[in-house]
């Protein structure tokens, strides 16, 4: 599994930003994706997961503003951020897991930083 998320940047209050995860290196369709952020200072916590049949699960901070979306044909995981707000900023990462010899393996792609400005 190689995760490389893109998208990142500098994003106005009330604004949108789109980031993406491609992976590159497994059976796209059969992993389980998330996006996690970790802001300065803080534990790196979910933010969105996606399971492969589909299944969403949010965070409380982000529901009705963030969504997590998949597209398997082109192996890349998606997070739409809309109105974000200044406490959304921080580095947001991607991960991966599947099972692997029965166990639950996590896959971690490098960072991108999102920076809401007020």
């Known amino acids: 599994v190689q995760l490389q998320a893109s998208g990142g940047g500098l994003v106005q209050a009330g604004g949108s930003l789109r980031l993406s995860c491609a992976d590159s290196g497994s059976i796209f369709s059969i992993n389980d994706m998330g996006w996690y952020r970790q802001a300065p200072g803080k534990q790196r916590e979910l933010v969105a997961a996606i399971t492969s049949g589909g299944s969403t699960n949010y965070a409380d901070l982000v529901k009705g503003r963030f969504t997590i979306s998949r597209d398997n044909a082109k192996n890349t995981v998606y997070l739409q951020m809309n109105s974000p707000k200044p406490e959304d900023t921080a580095v947001y990462y991607c991960?991966?897991?599947?099972?692997?010899?029965?166990?639950?393996?996590?896959?971690w792609g490098q960072g991108t930083l999102v920076t809401v400005s007020s």
């Open positions: 991960a991966a897991s599947r099972i692997v010899a029965g166990s639950n393996v996590v896959y």
